[in-house]
């Protein structure tokens, strides 16, 4: 349980700190959000927050690197209180919580990907330097996936990302990170701790946690990080246009087929019936209007008539 | 399917022995189960997922031979997530 | 709530956190039981699907004005029924204002939220809830008593004086404890249902309703002659459609239940309410229709049964409900539990005040009541042959025949017999039948 620490970084629930820090950035998201294919508005349902899978895949890691390393775990996420029942559930593992209060951290692309990271490595930072930090390499809170970086950047921690596998050395400080590598081959690389290393939901799942410590977990209240002075939101890094209608690529359209003559006849079209070019002009706008709406109506593109339902 | 949310389990919570299938002259299941999990195969045993299963239990109850259908709810937290429901 | 509960140990452990489950658990923590919900789903209400209406008043005297904090999607202030063939529909309107006041009658919700809230209310009350958990079979002693479920957890074997089965249709630890066979065809129908999108402005156009105000509509003969029925009704921004058919009626027939709903929705009478509506979302689930007769026993040593679990759902045709059944059930289970245990005897006899509390209010009286209800509604007479008869009936007496004179209604109602084979003395046994059933 926390120790009840009084100073100015709240102590994070959980076993009180022993050996490396390893931590699990998580970034719990609806994992099954709506978007409106009309006005591409997102609606998520926070209440329903959880691990995605690859956030699963990091906090296994984080697991498995701690008990190696005998080292402790802390689950880091920023959002809403809403995302408390998601730390609990790696409170209940074993892992030590902290939340970062973050009001935009799930308005998808928009979101201040540097005020992020900075906010998280302020906390990262004020809860002890960490060993090894182990980031989800994709959320369906459809951020940028920027943050692992960035907080490397911040941490001045060396950075392995987009992992398939990640294994500690027991007895030095060094994580074994194998990656993806185009032609089905693969690169294994040695990183020295600090590292912040994100991993794709591959080849691990998360473990389940015992019932007394599920039970035990559940409704605890998740320490909040102190709010950082000087990583305040300044605006996002990416800006979002409005939605547009969707155009189709051009068609490819296949040669014709046959002989010399067919194949003459079929590109020139010379034997298919059609209407004759015509000069309507000039015409002054109103009349030119009613051309082209003419135009459209005789083509089956008139708009339909009435006030849509 | 693509409207609702399955989190897919490692462990199939639904195993059909083709065994006993051969035998069976109904295969009710293969039209009865709403998210049409079953087909028969050409050698007369059921091909059988689990990934999309609504968990309904359509399949065991009209299973006419017992046994062939081992049924068992998905582990905890795994399965189907209706919002809707 | 009296003490933290131990982790291995409580008064009572409640399986499922469904309607039943959070009003057992619900009524044992305000008696100042220790009580555990254990939830398969992420969440409750992940895994559970209905087909219509819930009616709440049974929460009236555990939470008062219910009605200001429920998450509810409309009030239901109409109520159709709707008699159809393929070309045809007669429909039995009801509507009164007075079921869009509190207290109120009906409403309509996503079971996502409703049963998460209810379960919020056990918390509320002292309640634990662990989630993502599934009991996968019971602890017994040497003499068969249940003390206790195991989990699908690491270390998950827990003890409790009182266990609650709560844990749905399927539920397999009353099938393990012996109180229900291990499939079941002959009760159990396939609901499907889906959820459709449509704008709140266009379902209030489109059903004639005010803004908050819902619509229920139960139909009959819309499934190709399968044992079942077909029902819509209204979330704030969405239109549920689905059909309600009997399993063995299903397997024998061939048909997929996703072409029941498909023909449902082409239907003349239905086709032009749903028109560009999107699918959101489509889903199935078994509903035990075998009424009072089908039941199981309700009590073991150590052991209750509520809700869907006990087939506690009532089809009867007029009326189906299922919710408010489970909550008053589980209601009754946990008061009856705690009493249990506050007397030290929790063997079947000491919770025999279950099976009382029930048979005194709703529960069990409306089951008994109406126990030939759904072998009636099933009926293949009901089904096919009265559906024509009354559609038939229906489109000639407002069929204008000039310059023939207008036909007597005994005469339609012969002819139409005639037509489809209905023997009058059937009919009036049926009529005396339905009489009796829904006396």
Redesign the interface.
């Known amino acids: 349980m926390a120790d009840g620490g009084q100073g100015p970084a709240p102590a994070p629930v959980g076993p009180s700190p022993v050996g490396p820090l390893v931590v699990a950035c998580l970034d719990p998201a609806d994992l099954r959000q709506e978007v409106d294919p009309l006005t591409g508005e997102v609606r998520a349902d926070w209440r329903r927050a959880d691990l995605s899978a690859s956030d699963g895949a990091a906090l296994e890691h984080s697991l498995r690197a701690a008990e190696a390393w005998g080292g402790t775990v802390l689950a880091l996420a920023a959002g809403p209180p809403g995302l408390d029942p998601v730390l609990e559930q790696a409170v209940a593992l074993g892992a030590r919580a902290l939340r970062v209060p973050w009001s935009d951290a799930h308005s998808g692309p928009a979101v201040d990907a540097v005020a992020l990271a900075a906010a998280l490595a302020a906390a990262i930072s004020q809860a002890g330097p960490p060993a090894l930090v182990v980031c989800g390499d994709r959320s369906p809170s459809r951020g940028i996936g920027a943050v692992p970086a960035l907080i490397a950047h911040h941490l001045g921690a060396e950075q392995a990302l987009g992992l398939v596998s990640l294994t500690v050395d027991q007895s030095s400080q060094v994580v074994i990170a194998e990656r993806r590598l185009d032609g089905g081959w693969r690169e294994r690389l040695r990183v020295r701790a600090p590292a912040v290393c994100s991993v794709e939901a591959a080849g691990v799942r998360l473990r389940r946690a015992p019932f007394a410590a599920a039970l035990r977990s559940s409704g605890q209240p998740i320490p909040v990080a102190a709010s950082q002075s000087g990583v305040a939101s300044t605006g996002a890094q990416l800006r979002i246009g409005g939605p547009r209608p969707y155009r189709p690529r051009t068609k490819a359209v296949a040669p014709p087929m046959g002989g010399t003559h067919d194949r003459l006849l079929a590109l020139t079209g010379v034997l298919v019936a059609h209407d004759p070019p015509r000069i309507v002009g000039p015409l002054g706008p109103v009349e030119a209007a009613g051309e082209l709406l003419d135009f459209l109506d005789g083509h089956g593109y008139s708009p339909p008539s009435g006030p849509a339902q | 399917m693509a409207t609702v949310e399955f989190r897919v389990g490692a462990r199939a919570h639904i195993v059909v022995d083709s065994d006993v299938c051969r035998s069976c002259t109904t295969k009710a299941c293969v039209s009865a189960c709403p998210a049409n999990l079953f087909a028969p195969t050409s050698d007369g045993g059921i091909l059988f997922n689990y990934e999309q299963c609504f968990e309904c239990g359509t399949c065991y109850m009209v299973c006419n031979s017992e046994g062939a259908i081992e049924w068992t709810y998905p582990d905890g937290g795994q399965g189907v997530v209706f919002r809707h429901g | 709530m009296a003490d933290t509960?131990s982790?291995?140990s409580f008064d009572a452990i409640v399986v499922g956190a469904g309607p039943a489950g959070s009003a057992a658990a619900l009524a044992l923590a305000r008696a100042g039981r220790s009580v555990?919900i254990i939830e398969?789903?992420?969440?409750p209400?992940?895994?559970?699907?209905?087909g219509g209406v819930v009616y709440a008043r049974v929460l009236d005297d555990v939470i008062p004005n219910w009605w200001e904090q429920v998450p509810v999607q409309r009030w239901v202030v109409r109520r159709s029924t709707m008699v159809m063939t393929g070309s045809q529909a007669v429909t039995v309107d009801v509507r009164t204002q007075a079921w869009g006041r509190p207290p109120y009658n009906g409403m309509t919700v996503?079971?996502?939220d409703f049963d998460?809230w209810l379960a919020d209310q056990a918390?509320a009350a002292g309640a634990?809830?662990?989630?993502?958990?599934?009991a996968?079979g019971l602890v017994r002693d040497g003499t068969g008593r249940v003390t206790g479920v195991r989990?699908?957890?690491?270390?998950?074997d827990?003890a409790s004086r009182v266990v609650i089965a709560c844990d749905g249709?399927?539920s397999?630890l009353a099938k393990e404890a012996g109180l229900l066979p291990?499939?079941?065809?002959a009760h159990?129908t396939?609901g499907?249902k889906e959820?459709l999108a449509l704008p709140a402005e266009?379902i209030e156009d489109r059903f004639g309703l005010a803004p908050g105000e819902g619509l229920d509509i139960e139909m009959i003969g819309c499934t190709r002659g399968i044992p079942g029925g077909g029902f819509l009704y209204t979330?704030r921004d969405?239109v549920?459609v689905g059909v309600v058919v009997s399993?063995?009626g299903?397997?024998?027939s061939?048909?997929?239940?996703?072409e029941l709903i498909a023909d449902l929705k082409e239907h003349p009478a239905v086709a032009p309410w749903l028109?560009?509506a999107a699918?959101?979302?489509?889903?199935?689930?078994?509903i035990p229709e075998g009424g009072y007769d089908a039941m199981p026993a309700l009590a073991a040593d150590g052991f209750l049964v509520a809700g869907d679990a006990a087939g506690m759902t009532l089809a009867a045709g007029l009326w189906l409900e299922g919710v408010n059944f489970a909550i008053g059930a589980g209601l009754a289970a946990g008061r009856a539990a705690a009493a249990a245990i506050a007397q030290g005897d929790v063997t079947a006899a000491g919770l025999a005040g279950y099976r009382k509390a029930l048979e005194a209010n709703f529960v069990l009286q409306d089951h008994k009541r109406l126990r030939g209800a759904p072998q009636l509604v099933l009926s293949d007479r009901m089904q096919r042959q009265y559906v024509q008869l009354i559609c038939d009936l229906a489109e000639q007496v407002f069929t204008v025949t000039n310059p023939e004179p207008k036909p007597g209604l005994v005469k339609l109602l012969l002819r139409g017999a005639r037509r489809h084979k209905v023997r009058v003395r059937d009919l009036v046994r049926d009529g005396i039948e339905t009489a009796k059933v829904f006396r």
């Not at chain 3, 398969?40 to 969440?43: H, L, S």
């Not at chain 3, 634990?128 to 599934?134: D, G, I, P």
């Not at chain 3, 989990?151 to 998950?156: A, K």
């Open positions: 509960p982790p291995d555990v398969r789903g992420p969440f209400g992940s895994k559970n699907v209905y996503y079971r996502a998460s918390v634990s809830l662990v989630t993502s958990t599934v996968t989990t699908d957890r690491p270390g998950g827990l249709v399927n397999f291990k499939a079941d065809a159990h396939l499907v959820v266009v979330n969405t549920n399993l063995t299903l397997a024998a061939g048909v997929r239940p996703e028109r560009g699918v959101k979302e489509y889903g199935a689930h078994l």
